[in-house]
């Protein structure tokens, strides 16, 4: 059943963190008000010259994802940032989207569609779901530029033959979902960079697109 809810009933919020700790987070989360939420794995990036010569340059990192009530948005940024110290340098970072659709919820729907301001839009999430493989070009593309990060998470199930779900999309076993935040006046430039490295709009070579982010912690501009 698909649920149409009112504007800023429900976001997405995520966090990005290494490896271990999204499940402390996750219980943490609960006890502030959060009913659940899903684990998947990814690789972060950095740039670093030394890192790249040690060949340490992949980060391994865990997305945990929560849907949870519009009015518990400020509060929660506010609490993973002070008790987990997200104004640090990677101490992991946090950021929310609009829910506007959803499938498999009681919550009673409403009759009409909602309508999204987005005035103070800082950041915009983008995603590209590329080949297996095809992860490392985009982030390449991305950096090149001016992206400072990415999270590569990878769409396996735990069979050859299975299928992972992530944010409502079927993403078979072998691709790659590139995520990235970026600041809005720079999403052009880097989706054109990343279209131009891999043929995007080629049939087969991947799907881009972007969300607004209505806040997002720990990101250093």
Not at 176 to 203: A, F, H, Q
Request: glycine fraction near 10%.
């Amino acid at each position: 059943m698909l649920v149409k809810y009112k504007d800023g009933d429900y976001v997405l919020l995520s966090v990005i963190v290494d490896r271990h700790k999204a499940s402390n987070i996750l219980e943490y989360m609960k006890c502030c008000g959060v009913t659940g939420g899903t684990i998947v794995y990814g690789l972060g990036t950095v740039k670093s010259g030394i890192l790249n010569f040690l060949e340490l340059n992949e980060e391994k990192k865990e997305v945990l994802l929560m849907i949870i009530n519009k009015e518990l948005e400020d509060e929660l940024h506010d609490k993973l940032l002070k008790k987990y110290r997200l104004d640090k340098k990677n101490h992991g970072i946090a950021f929310s989207i609009d829910v506007f659709k959803m499938m498999g919820s009681n919550i009673g729907k409403v009759e009409k569609d909602m309508e999204k301001t987005n005035q103070d839009i800082k950041y915009e999430a983008v995603f590209v779901i590329v080949e297996n493989g095809k992860g490392e070009l985009v982030v390449e593309a991305a950096q090149a530029a001016g992206a400072k990060g990415a999270t590569i998470i990878h769409g396996r199930g735990s069979g050859i033959h299975e299928k992972g779900n992530i944010f409502g999309l079927v993403i078979e076993p072998e691709k790659e979902i590139v995520l990235m935040l970026i600041k809005r006046e720079d999403v052009d430039k880097v989706t054109g960079s990343i279209r131009e490295k891999i043929d995007i709009e080629k049939p087969g070579q991947g799907i881009l697109f972007v969300m607004d982010v209505n806040r997002a912690t720990g990101v250093m501009d």
